[in-house]
Every structure is written in structure tokens, then in C-alpha cells.
């Protein structure tokens, strides 16, 4: 490694201690930042010699990268960035922290994806999922489906594992010579009701989809759901166990151990790893606190806001609702989403927003509460499951009241 | 159906439909519903046609390729000019304002529009997003206009629509004037689910399609805390 590349690592490790130290955050952006300052390279020097598997999509990235980096641990040691810091600075952060490892698995934010690509050279990209998040500073959905279709049209030696069931993802792996399809299912419909390629409205039926108008449709997928276990290329059926609730995550455990296979890592070798991950970044987390018992749930955008009302029980129920840079500034979503599934809970409502929820649920025919803070919400249910579903600053606002749980 | 019944038509979800403009349907009907007003819902997709006899008409927010496409078929249904010319009332938003007047520009190429607005719109050095806030024009009575804007077009008046407000916070049209109105046809850059911030504005809407002169008052301490938070954290044009 060159020696502005070790200097800048060592910087990189010791702001990121610093930040911990402070009790300023993870230490997982500011690291890397101060890294890349002084080396701009720094994110490649780092990545070479590493096999490299990127996770990218609007849901499930932060999720699906954990369960992988557990799979491909059978292997060796794995770099990642476990807290959801995934841009270049969070990358850099994440592999300088661990130093010389065979392997890395690292989460992508959509937008960044050809830039990571770039630099880190990756054996695998994983693609999830393309739905609207965050409209007010994103790319619009179609225009991500076209910047990811151009960059790896530009890459053909990667291998590229996606979502079958995601007609804007089939389009933009198209040009892949080399991809595996999995079939982790697709609530969210919204976005692709009319063909990328064609315009053409898409016609579903049983799981199935098509273009009405051109050849894209439905690839036959090598890794599939079934029940509570998922088939392998080789037809096998494996029973899948894990902590982490919802058929999503079922949906998350089939992509790692499609992404980890490339690697090659046998199901049976992984599963017992993918059993053991509990929670992610607070995410599921289940806290004791004065009798109640607090689950996390982190829901960013319509798509996840489905997922989140699969996962919770019926309980009491609080949502937090806040519009920070890192949420978008656009509330609009919440429009988006039918809140109905609430209707039979008792239901709070907090955050920088609640305001803009509170008109949401009261249309949605949604009774609710609003409260003041956390701790008014966890007074004012009786001792029992409390379910807690948030956006992504507010999710963070109430696991730093919970002493920042993992 | 019976001719009491308010028919709210939502045009070309499968196309117009980028954040949350289910909210401003769901909300009429709300505030019909909650008034004794029967109401039917239609959601029109881009393959079916135009119904011409429903009372509320709204269309939405949309990317370049979609707010083309909706134009093209619209202009070739021909079913809404016939409502419009009717009477009918009409929320078009953002993508679906701009293609209510004469022509828009969409991935660079000048487009032709309804021509149900005398207005055009082009492409504007920035991007306007933000909070955005006017004094809606004092003849149709409302309180001031609260909105999220987030779009790339300026938007000009010709001598047949009125501008819907003066922009107090944000860009709207051009940094001075926000949205258009003529007859019952609103339109504005408010994008998304405008009416959760407006109720007055869904209020006239009703009362234009239902002819009512007033509506029994709701329970709007909701919106009313909404509008609040919202109008304060504008900043001043």
C-alpha cells in the first residue's frame, strides 16, 4: 500500500475511535471522510485483494449485508460495514477498521453503486429492490434503474445476483452475461406498473410478470422462497431459522445465500451463522425497559412501511416520524402508505413530524395518540410487547434513549 | 349511482403518481364522507377512457417520460376537455399542472400540452425544492397556500388564468407567482398530497362540484397544528 494510503488509514482509525470515544456517533462516516481526504484513492488501495461483494437497492440493503457477511464468514474474516454506512466514506471507515481481511461484503447506497464499483472491483453485486424513497434529493426510480443498467453494462466481468420478482431490476441486470436470480417476492408494485424498456403497463398473475408490450418478463429465478426455508440452484430445499421476524427477512437470508454461493458457500455451511444474527444496527432489537418490552422496527419508505406491519405483533404501537436530511424532506410517502393494518392496536404517534402523520391517520380512520417523547409513550402503555416503528433519524433519536442498543 | 353522488376521478395513477398523490382522492372523499356527501372513487389508468361526467378531476406529479405519455393520451381521449368544457373542477399537480397549458418541456423536447390553462411551462436554471408558501388570490377566499415543492420547470401566465398565489416563501411559478386557477381549474407546484396542508382548498373543490355555498365546518385541529408548523418554516421569499 502506498504510503499516503497507510498514513490516511491510520488517520481514518484513530478519528473513528475519537468520534466513538466522544460518544459522537459509530465512528463509522467520519473515519472514512478524514481518510479520503488525504488519499481520494484511499477506498481502492483498501479494496485490492479483497474479494468484495456489494449489496445495493432502496430496502433491505443494511439487512441482507449482515446475513451475507455472516454466510461468507464460513470462509474467512469478513470487512463490513455493519452500521449502515454506506457510502464511500463508510466503506473506507469499514475496511481500514479491520485491517487485511480475504473477504468484504459492503452495502451501497443506490446512488453511489457505479462509484463503488470503481474503486472496489467486486467479485458479486447483489440487487434488491428499486422503489421510490426520498424523491426530494434522489434520482427518480426509472432514472436509478438506468444508471445502474449503464454501469454494468460497462462491467461484464462482475457477477451480478438479483431480484427476479423486481421488474425494474430484471431491466437494469439485462445486460449482465453473468446473473443469478433469486425470488425474494415484491410487495411494493407501485413503481412498476409500466415496463422500463417499453412504457407498456406490466401484467402480473400468481408470482409471474410480464411486459404486455415487449420480451422483458420474469427470468426463472435459481434461488427461491418456499415456506419457511428457500430452494437452491440445485433444487434442494433448506429450512431457514432465524431471529429475525417477516417474510422480508426470509426474502434477505435467500439473497445472502445466493450472493455467498458465489463465493462458494454451501446453505448448509451457512445457515447456522445466518441463525445467530439477532439484530442489525438496533434494527429488530428487542429492549426490557420498566416492564415493557420494546421492539425496533425501521421502516424508510412506503415498500418498508408494508414490511414493517407484516413483522409487528399486534400491540401498542408507537410511530415516529421525522423529515431530517438523511429522511428526505418530503413527507408526502406517508400517503403512500395505508396505515389500516393499525386500526385493531392502540396506536402513538411522535417525532419531528407527527403533525403530518397525525392528518395521514386521521383520514386513514387510524385512532391515535400523539405524544411528546419516548419516554411519555412508554409510560403511557401497560407492561407488554410495545412495537415501535420509525424513519431513519427518528429510529436513531429513540435507540440513543435506549443507550444507542444494538 | 345516483346523481347525488360526487365522483372524484384520479387520472393515470399507473403514470402521475410520484409521492403520495393518492392523499388529495382520499381526502376529498374524507371531507365529502364526513359531510353526508355520497362519493365514488374512480382511479383511471392509461389504458382505459376517460370518463366525462365525473364531478372532481385530479391529476398528479409524475416523471418526464410518464407526464409526455399522459399528455399524448389525453389529448387523444379527448374525454377530459369535454368534462373540463362541462364544468367539472380540477387539481392538477406539479408534472400534471405543467400539461394542462398550451406546452412543457419533458427530457428536452417541447411538448404539447391540454391547453385547459393559458399557460406554458419551460426548464429553470435550478431546481426548486423546498417549503414553499403564498397568498392564494384574495377572490377565492382561502387562507394562505402551504406546500413541499420539488420540481425543475418555471411556469407562465398568459391573460386567461390567474396566478393561484403570491409567493411568499420558496418558487412556485417563478419566484413571485404560485400555481394558476381559471374557472374551477386549479393547478399548482404543491406536489403531492397538497390538500393534507389545504383543506380549504379541498373544501372548495367540494363546494364548487356540489354547488353548495358553505360546508358544515370539521374537526380541523389536525391540519390546522399542520399549517401552522409548516407555514413558520418557510423561509421568506
Not at chain 1, 432489537?285 to 405483533?313: C, H, T, Y
Request: proline content about 6%; overall charge neutral.
Amino acid at each position: 500500500m502506498p504510503l499516503r494510503a497507510i498514513v490516511a488509514t491510520t488517520a481514518s482509525k484513530t478519528a473513528a475511535a475519537l468520534s466513538r470515544a466522544a460518544g459522537r456517533g459509530d465512528g463509522s462516516v467520519i473515519g472514512g471522510w478524514i481518510g479520503l481526504k488525504i488519499d481520494p484513492d484511499l477506498l481502492t488501495h483498501l479494496a485490492s485483494g479483497r474479494a468484495v461483494a456489494l449489496v445495493s437497492g432502496t430496502n433491505g440493503k443494511t439487512t441482507t449485508t449482515r446475513l451475507t457477511a455472516a454466510a461468507v464468514g464460513v470462509l474467512g474474516r469478513v470487512a463490513t460495514n455493519s452500521f449502515g454506512a454506506n457510502m464511500p466514506s463508510g466503506h473506507t471507515s469499514a475496511l481500514a477498521k479491520e485491517g487485511h481481511t480475504p473477504f468484504a461484503v459492503l452495502e451501497v447506497d443506490e446512488h453511489y453503486l457505479p462509484q463503488v464499483i470503481e474503486a472496489t472491483r467486486p467479485k458479486v453485486v447483489a440487487l434488491l429492490n428499486l422503489s421510490r424513497d426520498q424523491l426530494d434529493r434522489a434520482k427518480e426510480v426509472a432514472m436509478m434503474a438506468q444508471l445502474w443498467k449503464t454501469t454494468l453494462a460497462s462491467h461484464p466481468d462482475i457477477r451480478v445476483v438479483a431480484n427476479a420478482d423486481d421488474p425494474l431490476v430484471v431491466w437494469s441486470a439485462a445486460a449482465s452475461t453473468q446473473v443469478t436470480w433469486f425470488s425474494a417476492g415484491q410487495r411494493w408494485h407501485d413503481d412498476s406498473f409500466v415496463c422500463p424498456e417499453s412504457g407498456h403497463p406490466i401484467e402480473r398473475a400468481n408470482g409471474d410478470w410480464w411486459c404486455s408490450g415487449c420480451p422483458l418478463r420474469r427470468p426463472r429465478p435459481q434461488w427461491v422462497v418456499e415456506e419457511d426455508g428457500v430452494i437452491d440452484p440445485r433444487g434442494d430445499w433448506h429450512l431457514v431459522k432465524l431471529q429475525l421476524p417477516g417474510k422480508v427477512n426470509l426474502g434477505n437470508a435467500a439473497t445472502a445465500l445466493a450472493v455467498a454461493g458465489e463465493f462458494g458457500v454451501r446453505p448448509i455451511e451457512a445457515l447456522p451463522r445466518l441463525s445467530r444474527v439477532s439484530s442489525i444496527a438496533g434494527r429488530y432489537a428487542q429492549v426490557d425497559r420498566d416492564g415493557r418490552n420494546i421492539r425496533l422496527l425501521l421502516a424508510k419508505n412506503p415498500a418498508s412501511w408494508l414490511e414493517a406491519f407484516d413483522m409487528a405483533d399486534q400491540a401498542p404501537t408507537l410511530l415516529s416520524i421525522n423529515a431530517r436530511d438523511p429522511d428526505g424532506l418530503d413527507t408526502s410517502w406517508l400517503w403512500d402508505v395505508d396505515f389500516a393494518p393499525l386500526r385493531d392496536r392502540p396506536v402513538l404517534i411522535t417525532g419531528d413530524r407527527a403533525f403530518d402523520l397525525a392528518v395521514r391517520l386521521q383520514v386513514n380512520q387510524v385512532p391515535f395518540r400523539h405524544v411528546n417523547s419516548f419516554d411519555e409513550a412508554l409510560a403511557s402503555v401497560p407492561p407488554g410487547r410495545l412495537e415501535v416503528i420509525a424513519n431513519y433519524t427518528a429510529f436513531q433519536d429513540i435507540r440513543a434513549v435506549l443507550d444507542r442498543v444494538n | 349511482m345516483n346523481d347525488s353522488t360526487l365522483r372524484i376521478v384520479w387520472i393515470y395513477p399507473d403514470l402521475l403518481s410520484t409521492y403520495g398523490d393518492r392523499g388529495n382522492m382520499l381526502i376529498l372523499a374524507h371531507r365529502a364522507a364526513a359531510r353526508g356527501i355520497p362519493v365514488e372513487t374512480y382511479e383511471v389508468r392509461s389504458d382505459m377512457q376517460m370518463p366525462t361526467s365525473a364531478d372532481i378531476y385530479l391529476i398528479g406529479g409524475g416523471e418526464d417520460g410518464p407526464q409526455a405519455l399522459a399528455a399524448q393520451r389525453l389529448i387523444t381521449d379527448g374525454g377530459l376537455h369535454r368534462a373540463v368544457n362541462q364544468g367539472a373542477s380540477v387539481l392538477a399537480i406539479c408534472a400534471g399542472y405543467q400539461l394542462f397549458g398550451h406546452s412543457f418541456f419533458a427530457k428536452g423536447t417541447k411538448c404539447a400540452g391540454l391547453g385547459l390553462l393559458d399557460i406554458f411551462s419551460d426548464r429553470g436554471e435550478t431546481r426548486a425544492v423546498g417549503e414553499l408558501r403564498g397568498d392564494i388570490d384574495p377572490r377565492l377566499g382561502l387562507p394562505p397556500l402551504t406546500g413541499f415543492e420539488n420540481h425543475g420547470g418555471r411556469t407562465h401566465l398568459g391573460q386567461h388564468a390567474a396566478p393561484l398565489a403570491r409567493v411568499t416563501g420558496g418558487i412556485g411559478n417563478d419566484g413571485q407567482t404560485e400555481g394558476a386557477w381559471a374557472g374551477k381549474v386549479i393547478g399548482t407546484y404543491s406536489h403531492g398530497p397538497a390538500l393534507a396542508r389545504n383543506p380549504a382548498i379541498a373544501d372548495l373543490l367540494l363546494r364548487w362540484s356540489t354547488g353548495a355555498d358553505r360546508l358544515a365546518p370539521l374537526d380541523d385541529s389536525w391540519p390546522e397544528r399542520l399549517r401552522g408548523e409548516r407555514l413558520a418554516a418557510a423561509t421568506p421569499a
